[in-house]
């Protein structure tokens, strides 16, 4: 029997998102149980059941239980969206489908051995998901140490990092050029007494020298064609023994990807960013690759702490 247009849509529809596709081709190679199809995705659990039972009324996915929780394995190729999933498998080949299949074959170890999760994860632990352990909880955590003085925050975006901070700071004030994204900021801050909101230039920072404890340059200097003259125009503004803290990407040669963020270099690398810091008078603390991330295509972080003499 042929397929109407609203059969075909639908069925297109089906295969048309990310994460059922992840699951699919997770599911080709192990039966896995809801719980391990989270560990292994990271996407919330309500979505993956929701995900499964779509593609179960499909005929793609199919479930059996053995003693313990329900198994998901692919079903036997049958029927309209499996011949359409059959086409495109034939096509794919994805890193993120590579690295869930490795964590799938971590987790199926798991099982079989009888470990923990933990004992399973142990020394990669920080690639893998439990409930609640995320970076935001460990900032929330490490913040909570802090007594930061009057912080600048240049570039702020939509106000992230000052509502991570706001607490620990006498007085924060949001920089960024963009009147939506600042607009974005207010709201989200709309509770915090202590926080200010400024539509300006990195490159012509209208603030008197020596009035902050801590300028932050958090993923700014990718939108500076001059990245040193960002840093020279924010180091005057810190008090004696103030701090600057700057987060950036690391020097990488994939264009596209600055294209797609509005990014106007390339990143800029430690020891640049080192040199820079030193020559606008900065004692550099700290200037060196702080993370890389998993998955391709690999950026690295730099993170430089520098105090104004
Ligand atoms: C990637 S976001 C970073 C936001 C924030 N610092 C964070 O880490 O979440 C970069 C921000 O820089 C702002 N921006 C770009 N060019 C700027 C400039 N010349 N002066 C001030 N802000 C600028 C953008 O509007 C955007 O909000």
């Not at 969206?81 to 993120?96: C, F, G, K, P, Y």
């Not at 900021?185 to 012509?204: E, H, I, P, Y």
């Not at 020559?279 to 993170?303: D, H, K, L």
Request: one cysteine or more.
């Amino acid at each position: 029997m042929k397929l109407s247009i609203a059969q075909s849509t639908d069925l297109c529809r089906l295969l048309a998102d990310p994460s059922r596709l992840r699951l699919l081709l997770l599911l080709e190679s192990h039966d896995l149980s809801v719980a391990e199809l989270t560990e292994v995705t990271g996407l919330a659990q309500s979505r993956i059941s929701t995900h499964l039972a779509r593609l179960k009324r499909a005929g793609l996915v199919q479930a059996q239980r053995t003693g313990g929780a329900a198994l998901y394995g692919l079903a036997a190729a049958d029927g309209r969206a499996a011949e359409l999933w059959t086409v495109m498998r034939s096509q794919i080949d994805d890193a993120q489908g590579r690295l869930d299949r490795e964590r799938a074959e971590e987790v199926i170890r798991a099982r079989k051995s009888g470990q923990t999760w933990a004992e399973s994860v142990a020394g990669r632990m920080e690639l893998h998901y439990s409930p609640g352990r995320t970076w935001e909880a460990a900032a929330h955590a490490l913040i909570g140490l802090l007594d930061l003085g009057d912080v600048l925050d240049i570039a702020s975006g939509d106000g992230v990092l000052a509502e991570l901070i706001a607490e620990r700071a006498r007085s924060t004030v949001c920089v960024d050029i963009s009147a939506k994204v600042l607009a974005a900021a207010r709201k989200r801050l709309r509770d915090a007494s202590n926080v200010a909101f400024c539509q300006a230039d990195m490159r012509a920072l209208p603030f008197a020298r020596g009035s902050f404890d801590h300028v932050f340059l958090m993923h700014a200097l990718t939108y500076a064609a001059d990245p040193r003259a960002v840093i020279a125009e924010a180091v005057p503004l810190l008090r004696g023994g103030g701090r600057i803290v700057i987060a950036t990407i690391n020097a990488h040669r994939h264009e596209e990807a600055r294209d797609a963020y509005d990014h106007v270099n390339l990143g800029v690398g430690p020891d640049a960013l080192g040199k820079w810091l030193k020559s606008c008078g900065a004692r550099v603390e700290m200037c060196r690759i702080t993370s890389r991330e998993p998955r391709p295509p690999y950026f690295e972080v730099v993170t430089a702490l520098a105090r104004a003499e």
